[in-house]
């Protein structure tokens, strides 16, 4: 570790901290449906839209309709992505007249786009076409994220309105959400990449002639040795710039290209590294400001942001630290950091990044649900690696996807806030309104759905060595990591993985399919019942008794109710994973 390295996370998150509150005080006035610069020519569209959709802007939803405008609008999303990865070959934009995609892999995909996930078992390069990736693929990153921002408002609303049965309307906080905030930042952020170098075209990919032919040997399965001469390269290009500001902006993480953002087309220079990361804690950092606009306590949601602070510092720490430590199993190699080398563990990452860019990179990645990478966690150290999976485990709420960070964060909340109120021998309150069993339960409900979809589809994959073994490229504890990654990664929305292992098969693109759909539609609907119920309720007098929740004495029990919770679900299998690979690591053995 480096003080140049510090000062470039300092840096990082004193930005985001300045930002929280201009972007959270401009998505309350968007959501409170007040006046913003943008209106003279958003509202004219907005209002088109609803003629065209017969919706009525003034029209309350109930908590239910609410869910299930919410489940109609994705599964016809999901059905038109499923559709146009089958039909790719006879559509237009697909100057490499690429194939149909597989009805597994089209099925992951679909449900991966829809659900905020993107995970990518598949070389998008060689298996989407451009209208693919654009009309299947990045329309989906600002559908899903609009959704995600959209439930987090409702839940918002569930908390700040008093005795009403409504939390707002899915359609015009959808479209609000879409048009206010994710489209005009991302134009203006696409812009700004292609200022660094990202490329936006439409071009067929381009062959270039090496410099140096190569060689290359391989033996099949007859046993007989073929030897080949490689005289060309093919460079993959396309509309890359547009998709790469929503997919960080939106919390989304699918890359153009199969490296992700440590492909220099995707992710070039530092400043677009830095920029980047920006984007991907913009908005889950400025809900929390909204959170405390809204419901009246500004200090509530700086509270709020606190704990996910705390949280995301210790990972970077950690992450941090243990990238940079030197490889035990390497003797007699300076592997101190210096002028001419980085020092520490560098498998992996790209050397324009290094070592702590790669380490924040990949736990800011983590602690929202974005999955874009810009290193190969896969190649992180044992610990460095346990950064990355313990930050999807804890519910992807450390500032969190866009909306759902937020939403889940709540879920936490009502729990701190109950467990308070048994402290002192009182019903909890929460911002004058009574947690009641109801509400405990629906937020129990939630934290138990997301672990027993993790847990039990990685049981089944690893006691069925033809389904779940047979395509992992590590073995050992390594190869339970990877096993886990994946899981957790699907069921927290977040898409990155342990890349060591062949995903593309029809055990794990179906399996992991249902743990994304699972993940994020099994989850919404208790979080929205906890809305429903509090938006219901009256307001009592603040006594004192009363547990504030606008003090660091909060931020402290909300960030250990967060630890408790995870370590308790999830270290025993940590044990056998990522710890024991550390153990044995440094006892002389590898995977």
Request: proline share 5%.
């Amino acid at each position: 570790m480096s003080l140049n390295g510090w000062l470039q996370i300092a840096l990082f998150i004193a930005i985001i901290l300045l930002l929280a509150k201009p972007m959270g005080s401009y998505m309350t006035r968007v959501f409170d449906r007040r006046r913003t610069w943008l209106d003279p020519v958003l509202v004219p569209c907005e209002r088109l839209l609803y003629r065209l959709t017969g919706v009525d802007p003034n029209e309350e939803m109930r908590w239910t309709q609410y869910a299930v405008a919410m489940l109609v609008f994705s599964a016809a999303t999901l059905i038109l992505t499923y559709a146009i990865q089958r039909l790719q070959q006879f559509l237009p934009l697909n100057p490499q007249h690429l194939a149909a995609v597989a009805p597994d892999l089209a099925f992951n995909t679909a449900v991966s786009f829809t659900t905020n996930t993107n995970w990518q078992a598949y070389t998008p390069e060689t298996t989407m076409s451009y209208l693919t990736q654009m009309l299947g693929l990045a329309t989906h990153m600002f559908w899903s994220a609009a959704i995600g921002l959209a439930l987090a408002i409702a839940f918002i609303r569930g908390i700040a309105r008093r005795e009403m049965k409504t939390l707002g309307n899915f359609w015009v906080d959808l479209t609000r959400g879409t048009l206010w905030v994710l489209l005009p930042i991302s134009i203006v952020f696409a812009v700004a990449l292609t200022s660094q170098g990202v490329i936006q075209n439409f071009h067929p990919y381009t062959t270039a002639k090496l410099v140096q032919p190569q060689t290359v040997t391989a033996t099949g399965s007859d046993g007989k040795t073929t030897t080949t001469a490689v005289t060309t390269q093919t460079i993959a290009q396309g509309p890359v710039a547009s998709q790469e500001a929503i997919k960080m902006l939106g919390t989304n993480g699918g890359g153009f290209f199969n490296a992700n953002s440590a492909h220099p087309f995707e992710n070039p220079t530092a400043l677009s590294n830095f920029l980047q990361m920006l984007s991907i804690f913009l908005i889950p950092a400025g809900l929390t400001v909204t959170l405390g606009t809204m419901v009246g306590s500004p200090k509530h949601g700086w509270a709020v942001l606190a704990a996910m602070t705390i949280l995301w510092f210790v990972g970077v720490f950690v992450c941090y630290w243990a990238e940079a430590q030197p490889n035990p199993l390497m003797h007699n190699v300076d592997q101190r950091a210096s002028l001419t080398q980085s020092g520490g563990n560098m498998e992996g990452k790209e050397v324009r990044f290094g070592i702590v860019n790669s380490a924040l990179f990949a736990t800011v990645t983590t602690d929202a649900s974005c999955g874009a990478v810009n290193s190969m966690h896969d190649s992180f150290t044992p610990l460095g690696g346990l950064v990355p999976l313990t930050n999807i485990m804890l519910g992807e709420i450390v500032f969190g996807g866009v909306g759902a960070g937020l939403y889940g964060m709540l879920v936490f909340v009502v729990i701190a806030v109950f467990i308070a109120g048994l402290m002192v021998g009182r019903t909890p309150e929460y911002l004058g309104k009574k947690i009641e069993a109801y509400d405990v339960q629906m937020a129990m409900l939630y934290l138990l759905i997301f672990p027993l979809i993790i847990l039990g589809f990685a049981a089944v994959a690893v006691l069925m060595p033809n389904l779940g073994l047979s395509s992992l490229l590590n073995h050992g504890p390594h190869g339970l990591s990877e096993i886990l990654y994946a899981y957790a990664s699907a069921t927290g929305n977040n898409g990155s993985a342990f890349a060591g292992s062949n995903w593309n098969t029809h055990w794990y693109n179906y399996s992991l399919g249902f743990a994304m759909f699972f993940g994020r539609f099994m989850m919404i609907i208790p979080m929205l019942a906890i809305a429903g119920n509090l938006a219901g309720k009256k307001i009592v007098p603040e006594t004192a008794g009363t547990f504030p929740v606008t003090t660091p004495l909060f931020t402290v029990l909300l960030t250990s109710v967060i630890v408790i919770v995870g370590a308790l679900t999830f270290f025993p299998a940590l044990s056998l994973g990522p710890i024991l690979e550390h153990l044995l690591l440094h006892a002389g053995h590898t995977f």
